[in-house]
């Protein structure tokens, strides 16, 4: 039976309307309500819930990182509390989904932001000492999309979650391509959901600005994670693509954000299976919506991708890719690179 929420609705308005979500009994009965959210819309997501949620106790959560969540996690479970909703982007939310599993409660998610598909993803990314990592935690309750929030974010991250849910078609190739090679299972219906996820954004004409297009793009984000927990991994939505962009921010982090580093890498991969159609589509898809397609739109230089792409298959052990079956050597690697920066570069 698939686990969907209970509920999901992209509209404008969502944060302030909040309390009507509550006060469905299947999502809280005791009226114990946790709120967490984040240090930069913090004043005004509270000023705007308060109406509506009467004594629920609003927590500020400092940053995406492990201790972060660990200390909501602490507080959550002192509270006895029956719910949490956190409400933010995606590091907020990515918090607040690892604080809800320490502390045993579901977690409803309210996005103010649409960069990448974590906001209903059965992991989440959080920062630690040693760097960035994936950890393991149920999906949400009931998802919200405030539409108001995303038309006032960075136009960049939004336009990011073009990319990241463009590279589920580059992840379903690497999966079938393990199935073939390896006899790696493939889940059927997961593939299906990331597919339909993206092939629903590649070739809209319309963009960021329209309140149709941000619905396509939340409901595309939700199912690419959905097909996540479908799947128990994140298999259909993370392939060659994903290694590289993992790789670039190990080598070099702060580079860029997730959604512009998997659609470079999704088009890279494409390049190296030699799609010329999905390639064209892909590209032409990020250009669009002025998402980066090579290198140098990162900053980065043709030898520093290179390397990325070397590393990459060492950043998924045991996940097999466009990149694991070609094994290239680094000077081949390098020839790759420049060839695509030639065929691609402005």
């Known amino acids: 039976m698939l686990p969907a929420p209970l509920t999901m609705e992209v509209r404008r308005g969502a944060v302030a309307q909040l309390g009507a979500l509550l006060a469905d009994s299947r999502v ?97 990314s959080l920062v630690y000492e040693g760097g960035k990592g994936s950890f393991g935690v149920p999906m949400p309750l009931a998802i919200l999309v405030d539409l108001d929030f995303v038309h006032a974010a960075p136009e960049s991250l939004v336009r990011s979650g073009v990319g990241d849910v463009v590279s589920n078609l580059s992840a379903i190739d690497d999966w079938m391509l393990s199935n073939v090679e390896r006899g790696e299972p493939i889940d059927g219906l997961a593939c299906s959901m990331a597919r339909t996820a993206a092939e629903a954004l590649i070739g809209r004409r319309d963009s960021i600005e329209s309140d149709a297009f941000l619905t396509v793009l939340a409901e595309s984000l939700i199912l690419s994670g959905m097909s996540m927990v479908i799947a128990g991994s994140s298999r259909p939505s993370s392939g060659g693509d994903h290694e590289i962009l993992h790789a670039v921010d190990q080598l070099f982090p702060g580079t860029s954000n997730h959604g512009e580093l998997a659609g470079i890498g999704a088009a890279f991969c494409f390049f190296l299976r030699e799609d010329a159609g999905r390639l064209a589509q892909v590209t032409e898809c990020l250009r669009r919506h002025q998402l980066p397609v090579t290198p140098a739109d990162i900053g980065l230089s043709t030898e520093q991708f290179a390397e990325a792409v070397a590393l990459a298959p060492a950043t998924r052990p045991g996940r097999y890719t466009i990149l694991e079956h070609l094994r290239l050597p680094d000077s081949e690697i390098r020839d790759r690179v420049e060839d695509y920066v030639r065929a691609f570069g402005r």
């Open 28 to 124: 809280a009965t005791s009226g114990r309500v946790a709120v967490a959210v984040g240090p930069g819309q913090g004043d005004r997501i509270e000023g705007l819930i308060a109406p509506t949620l009467g004594e629920a106790e609003v927590f500020r959560v400092a940053d995406g990182s492990v201790d972060a969540a660990v200390s909501l996690g602490a507080d959550l479970r002192k509270g006895a509390y029956e719910v949490v909703v956190g409400v933010g982007g995606g590091r907020t939310i990515d918090a607040t989904k690892y604080a809800a599993s320490l502390a045993g409660i579901p977690m409803v998610a309210v996005a103010t932001n649409l960069s990448h598909d974590g906001i209903c993803s059965p992991t989440a």
